[in-house]
């Protein structure tokens, strides 16, 4: 079963990668940097200088809804503290191509560069999230059920193989640990009616029912 859903990610990403040249190209800079010592130097100074471009540009609009550590108070908002630097890119890239649609965010996005959006990405992934608790803590137990096991008489895979187990996500997967329930919940249900697109997440999605998207949002806001 995981391998099928590892199988079926590996071919969205190549898809994604395919539609963000500019993701790939950076996730090759980062690993040329990595594999070059002499370059480390200038790639930390670089990054600190994206981190202040980021808060200039956090400090002009973002705060006003995700707060200015990205640590959200509202159910409409996600949080973006500690989020992935290239999922954040990407998703900005996406609501501004129109590949995500959001009357809020298309309106915030339509002036960025991509330079913008990875400053902005770098930004918040340095912001250290602070510990959330659920609403409902019953609920949350069921969540975690799923969330680590998923439901094998529906087939709901388990989001922990591709999310991991403590729901950190990596820089094509979002991390969801801590996140807002109404934000997750909301999301749930895009991709399940197939507003937010995805080719990994839709069919998920799909098979999961209101109890159980609810029960994820709880279990994933404590997290
Ligand atoms: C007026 C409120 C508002 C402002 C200001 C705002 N956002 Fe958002 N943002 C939202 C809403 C609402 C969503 C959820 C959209 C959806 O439902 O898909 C969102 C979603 C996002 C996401 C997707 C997060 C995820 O987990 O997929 C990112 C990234 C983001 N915003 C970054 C920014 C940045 C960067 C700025 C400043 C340039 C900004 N936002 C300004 C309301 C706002
Ligand atoms: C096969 C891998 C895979 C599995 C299994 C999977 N996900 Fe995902 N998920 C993804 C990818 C990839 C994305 C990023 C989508 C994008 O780039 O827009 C994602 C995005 C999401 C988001 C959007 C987060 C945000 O910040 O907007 C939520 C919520 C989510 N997944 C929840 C779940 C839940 C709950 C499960 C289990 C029922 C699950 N996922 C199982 C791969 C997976």
């Given at each position: 079963?995981?391998?099928?859903?590892?199988?079926?990610?590996?071919?969205?990403?190549?898809?994604?990668?395919?539609?963000?040249?500019?993701?790939?190209?950076?996730?090759?800079?980062?690993?040329?940097?990595?594999?070059?010592?002499?370059?480390?130097?200038?790639?930390?100074?670089?990054?600190?200088?994206?981190?202040?471009?980021?808060?200039?540009?956090?400090?002009?609009?973002?705060?006003?809804?995700?707060?200015?550590?990205?640590?959200?108070?509202?159910?409409?908002?996600p949080r973006l503290a500690g989020q992935h630097a290239q999922y954040i890119a990407r998703q900005l890239e996406y609501f501004r191509s129109?590949?995500?649609?959001?009357?809020?965010?298309?309106?915030?996005?339509?002036?960025?560069?991509?330079?913008?959006?990875?400053?902005?990405?770098?930004?918040?992934?340095?912001?250290?999230?602070?510990?959330?608790?659920?609403?409902?803590?019953?609920?949350?137990?069921?969540?975690?059920?799923?969330?680590?096991?998923?439901?094998?008489?529906?087939?709901?895979?388990?989001?922990?193989?591709?999310?991991?187990?403590?729901?950190?996500?990596?820089?094509?997967?979002?991390?969801?640990?801590?996140?807002?329930?109404?934000?997750?919940?909301?999301?749930?249900?895009?991709?399940?009616?197939?507003?937010?697109?995805?080719?990994?997440m839709q069919p998920v999605a799909e098979l999961l029912t209101e109890l159980e998207i609810v029960a994820i949002g709880e279990?994933?806001?404590?997290?």
């Amino acid at each position: 079963m995981a391998a099928v859903w590892r199988a079926a990610l590996a071919a969205a990403l190549r898809r994604g990668a395919r539609a963000a040249p500019a993701a790939a190209a950076g996730m090759a800079c980062g690993l040329l940097a990595a594999g070059l010592l002499a370059a480390a130097a200038p790639a930390a100074a670089q990054s600190a200088a994206e981190v202040a471009r980021g808060k200039e540009l956090v400090e002009a609009s973002c705060f006003l809804c995700h707060g200015m550590q990205g640590e959200s108070a509202s159910e409409l908002y996600p949080r973006l503290a500690g989020q992935h630097a290239q999922y954040i890119a990407r998703q900005l890239e996406y609501f501004r191509s129109g590949a995500r649609s959001s009357t809020q965010m298309a309106a915030m996005v339509a002036e960025l560069t991509p330079a913008d959006m990875r400053a902005l990405g770098a930004y918040f992934e340095a912001q250290t999230p602070q510990p959330q608790q659920p609403e409902d803590p019953e609920l949350a137990v069921v969540g975690r059920y799923l969330f680590m096991n998923g439901n094998r008489f529906s087939g709901v895979p388990a989001c922990a193989n591709c999310h991991g187990a403590g729901a950190g996500g990596t820089a094509e997967l979002p991390r969801l640990a801590g996140q807002v329930s109404g934000y997750i919940q909301a999301q749930l249900r895009a991709f399940k009616s197939r507003a937010r697109g995805h080719p990994v997440m839709q069919p998920v999605a799909e098979l999961l029912t209101e109890l159980e998207i609810v029960a994820i949002g709880e279990y994933l806001q404590g997290r």
